[in-house]
């Protein structure tokens, strides 16, 4: 017999952060166990997420997408001060609404930042407080190509001045991700920019946290290592097979750091792993949350 997908629905909502900050969250009803907490990479929106939680939804999977502060529709920070432990607090306070009816906590799917922040989160925590039950990582291991994130930050830093229709700013990414065959629709893009005062279209996150925490990212890698040697959960690391930001040995560093991860690369995949191949992404989700 042809399983049939349940339908999906959606719902949108706000969570206030500890220091007020208002976080923009989407919710995907399910009914089966674990719920699912999405969390993007910098720089990106949890529409990067839509795809997956859509097909996980239909599965029955409950899962929570939201926007990191600064990005998309949550609120900026006053004065661009931004804080890595900011990130981490407003991660803890969506996985605590996202805990399931009976209290378990929900699976992380974190992509580069989020899985960082995943990461510190999951490793500092008090044991018996886990905020997550699992962890899954999306092509980000403590240590990383520096070359990679230079490439990502130097597209970021590229457009200071936007664009002046939405056909320019699908340029800008075609150019960007020439691998990709299809070019970003207009409806596709609305998400990801906003209309200034000036009429000009620019990216959705706020130009200060490129002079955040991300400019010193690397000097939180010793803290990341020690968190993820204190990690005791079920971790699935999936990687793109044609990332840049990781690499065979930043991947086997990671699994001797965490000797009980699992790892898959998907061979068709970059470092945007969910937008390269949402399919098999999916599938390889599904069948780690059937482990548990």
């Given at each position: 017999m042809v399983a049939i997908p349940s339908p999906v629905h959606s719902s949108r909502a706000s969570l206030v952060s500890f220091d007020g900050i208002a976080l923009a969250t989407?919710?995907?009803?399910?009914?089966?166990?674990p719920s699912l907490l999405f969390a993007h990479g910098f720089g990106q929106t949890r529409h990067a997420w839509n795809g997956a939680a859509r097909a996980l939804?239909?599965?029955?999977?409950?899962?929570?997408?939201f926007d990191a502060r600064g990005h998309g529709e949550s609120e900026r920070v006053p004065r661009g001060d931004y804080h890595m432990e900011q990130f981490v607090a407003d991660l803890l306070t969506v996985a605590a609404s996202a805990r399931s009816a009976d209290g378990r906590a929900p699976v992380l799917v974190g992509a580069s930042?989020?899985?960082?922040?995943?990461?510190?989160?999951?490793?500092?925590?008090?044991e018996g407080r886990e905020?997550?039950?699992?962890?899954?990582?999306?092509?980000?291991t403590p240590r990383?190509?520096?070359?990679?994130?230079?490439r990502i930050l130097g597209f970021m830093r590229a457009h200071p001045n936007g664009f002046v229709d939405y056909?320019?700013?699908?340029?800008?990414?075609?150019?960007?991700?020439?691998?990709?065959?299809?070019r970003k629709t207009e409806a596709q893009l609305k998400p990801l920019l906003r209309q200034d005062d000036d009429?000009?279209?620019?990216?959705?996150?706020?130009?200060?946290?490129?002079?955040?925490?991300?400019?010193q990212s690397e000097r939180?890698?010793?803290?990341?290592?020690?968190?993820?040697?204190?990690?005791?959960?079920?971790?699935?690391?999936l990687s793109g097979a044609r990332s840049d930001v990781v690499s065979s040995h930043t991947v086997d560093e990671f699994l001797r750091l965490v000797p009980h991860a699992r790892h898959v690369a998907l061979p068709d995949a970059t470092h945007m792993v969910a937008g390269d191949a949402n399919d098999a992404f999916t599938r390889e989700i599904a069948t780690f949350l059937e482990t548990l």
């Open positions: 989407q919710h995907w009803r399910g009914q089966r166990l939804a239909a599965q029955g999977f409950d899962a929570t997408t930042m989020g899985g960082l922040l995943g990461l510190l989160a999951a490793g500092e925590a008090e905020p997550f039950s699992a962890l899954v990582l999306v092509d980000i990383w190509e520096t070359a990679g994130v230079e056909d320019e700013a699908a340029s800008a990414i075609e150019a960007y991700l020439p691998h990709r065959r299809e009429g000009r279209l620019r990216w959705h996150w706020d130009p200060a946290l490129l002079d955040g925490p991300i400019q939180y890698q010793p803290r990341l290592f020690a968190a993820a040697a204190r990690v005791n959960v079920p971790v699935l690391l």
